[in-house]
């Protein structure tokens, strides 16, 4: 199948720091990507639809200006935790389906620690 | 709307036990897509199966098999015979067909354990 990886897999960082996150599509090329956040036992929940060229779309209740993310080709989305505070802290995971066919793949998730 | 309902929240049963997880949807979509991901203790998400609404066959892959009923909303997920490494959280994800750029959306997950 598809490969989608991301990096970092695992990041600390200090509050108020910046923190990118990378995923990449490996053998394909993805238009749409999708950035999806876990917290501890919990569903992913899905935060922006990253456009390949175009703006993201945020959920309702996602801060585009805390969340930034940046689709500059079309096998790289970046998303940027911007002055990250410890309830920033969670499992992050991309996703990106491949063209025609209605399955997405999914990043191996970068855990985010705030202290 | 759409929605993915997994009542059982954990699991818990000993090794060999067959073992069935429960998936309830709710679409307006004539045309869907039915997925099952397993999350083991590592995170990464491991894509199990998909199954369009217009397939209502049940499918059998080695000690998995799922039994999807259109007639009651269900894609329920079996392990036969189950292992200690089939321990990890089990998620049911719904998505309209049609669009590979289409919203995933995931249910809250069940978490299986098996005990040795």
Redesign the interface.
């Known amino acids: 199948g598809a490969v989608v990886s991301q990096h970092p897999s695992r990041v600390i960082c200090k509050s108020g720091t910046s923190v990118k996150i990378e995923c990449r599509s490996l053998d394909f090329q993805a238009t749409t990507m999708f950035w999806y956040r876990q917290f501890p036992k919990k569903s992913l929940m899905l935060m922006a639809t990253s456009n390949e060229g175009s703006k993201a779309t945020y959920e309702q209740g996602v801060e585009k200006d805390k969340f930034l993310i940046n689709h500059a080709s079309l096998t790289l989305s970046t998303l940027t935790v911007t002055s990250a505070h410890p309830e920033d802290s969670s499992f992050y995971i991309c996703s990106a389906p491949t063209s025609g066919v209605d399955t997405q793949y999914f990043g191996p998730g970068t855990r985010l620690t705030v202290l | 709307a759409q929605k993915v309902t997994q009542a059982q929240t954990e699991i818990s049963v000993v090794e060999k036990e067959d073992v069935t997880l429960d998936c309830v949807y709710e679409t307006r979509d004539t045309t869907y897509?039915l997925?099952w991901?397993k999350q083991p203790p590592?995170?990464?998400?491991v894509?199990l199966i998909?199954r369009n609404s217009f397939d209502e066959q049940n499918e059998i892959s080695g000690r998995y098999s799922w039994n999807f009923q259109k007639s009651t909303s269900s894609f329920n997920f079996t392990i036969t015979a189950s292992q200690v490494v089939d321990s990890a959280v089990y998620?049911c994800a719904l998505?309209p067909?049609?669009?590979?750029?289409?919203?995933?959306i995931?249910?809250?997950?069940t978490?299986l354990s098996i005990r040795p």
């Open positions: 897509y997925f991901y590592s995170g990464e998400l894509f998909r998620f998505t067909a049609g669009s590979s750029a289409s919203k995933i995931f249910g809250s997950g978490r």
